[in-house]
């Protein structure tokens, strides 16, 4: 496949926490390959992600699932016109290992090389699908992440208020380690949700009598903690439906004040993990409704760590003319509105 004038290919890698993932993404927004090797099943037995095995994982595997994302495309490097990759915020091992991969491809190919910020691949996604315009409301949700956030533009973010503590999807995490139900816990609780009754355990709802747009999420964990005390053996839907009814309660409460922080924006936007969840898109998409704004979130693969949002992000930002020019040092910490 050539390039042709004006579209350009991008090769985006994902290295930052569980998934080592690439995607070949044009700038027309078609997805031409996308490939994701879960490590799931290899941190299962541990409850959750562990930084040592996650990052000789992603040494092992990042060679193959590049070359398996060519492949699927039909392409060579030579047909990329820009390598993209995970730089930051996220499993300092893991970034390093998709990083240098990636400079190392973009240097022996002679293409450009963008550092894309884990966060922003998440924050631009919802564009890949949907022809939502700047500025929107995000609610940035993942499983190191709660967030929400005014985007105006590529690099244009402003923070109205983020978690205190536990992200949402740690919270649905530890909420299915307590109850022995696996991890990742998101999908499970919400499978386990399923026909239970919302209102059978009275989580609290934390913050939501403050006028700010903060998220804490620590309360509800030991509130689970001390109804498991009480009584060990809890009807699992009962109890994954409430906590999930408590989660949801709290984002649209966070929301609606973030609405009215920013009266100008007509669009409200979900991303990150968290978005996969079908009760939260569905609470989300009635309160746009509610406040006339447009809703949009990724479709549901898109959600959950890919390449396909840092192939995406790359081609976002290489259009702005943000390209790696001098090397760059991975970050576990990066904020959204820095530049690498
Ligand atoms: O964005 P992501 O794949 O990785 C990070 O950047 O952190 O998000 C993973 C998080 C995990 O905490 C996972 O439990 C949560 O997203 N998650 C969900 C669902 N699917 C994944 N949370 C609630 N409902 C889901 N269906
Ligand atoms: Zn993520």
Not at 103 to 116: E, R
Not at 124 to 147: C, K, V, W
Not at 183 to 202: C, L, S, T
Not at 215 to 231: C, D, E, M, Q, V
């Amino acid at each position: 496949m050539q390039a042709q004038e004006g579209k350009i290919f991008a090769l985006g890698i994902e290295s930052s926490c569980d998934e080592t993932a690439a995607a070949i993404v044009d700038s027309e927004k078609n997805i031409i390959s996308h490939v994701i090797y879960s490590q799931v099943p290899e941190h299962q037995k541990w409850g959750g992600v562990v930084p040592e095995l996650a990052a000789r994982s992603h040494i092992l595997a990042i060679d193959e699932v590049v070359q398996k994302t060519l492949d699927e495309a039909k392409m060579t490097l030579a047909d990329i016109d820009i390598i993209a990759a995970t730089a930051g915020p996220g499993l300092i091992g893991g970034v390093l290992v998709g990083w240098e991969f990636a400079a190392g491809l973009a240097m022996a190919a002679k293409k450009p090389l963008i550092a894309v910020n884990h966060l922003e691949g998440h924050a631009l996604t919802p564009r890949l699908d949907s022809d939502i315009e700047f500025p929107y409301l995000l609610l940035l949700a993942s499983g190191g992440h709660s967030q929400i956030l005014v985007v105006s533009g590529v690099g244009d973010y402003k923070l109205l208020g983020e978690t205190l503590d536990d992200s949402a999807g740690e919270a649905f995490d530890k909420v299915a380690k307590m109850l022995g139900l696996g991890y990742p816990g998101g999908p499970i609780v919400e499978k386990h949700a399923e026909g239970g009754n919302p209102e059978a355990f009275d989580f609290p709802r934390p913050l939501c009598n403050q006028n700010n747009c903060d998220f804490s999420f620590s309360g509800i964990k030991t509130a689970a903690r001390t109804f498991l005390n009480k009584t060990p053996e809890v009807n699992a839907a009962d109890f994954c439906a409430s906590f999930q009814q408590s989660v949801i309660d709290v984002i649209i409460n966070r929301l609606t004040n973030a609405i009215k922080a920013a009266p100008g924006v007509k669009t409200l936007v979900v991303a990150g993990g968290v978005a996969a969840n079908k009760k939260i898109r569905a609470a989300m998409e009635k309160l746009a409704a509610r406040h006339d704004m447009k809703f949009a979130a990724p479709p549901l693969k898109l959600c959950t760590d890919n390449g396909v949002m840092i192939a995406w992000a790359g081609i976002e930002n290489f259009f702005q003319g943000n390209i790696a020019t001098e090397p760059i040092a991975p970050r576990p910490r990066w904020p959204l509105a820095e530049r690498p």
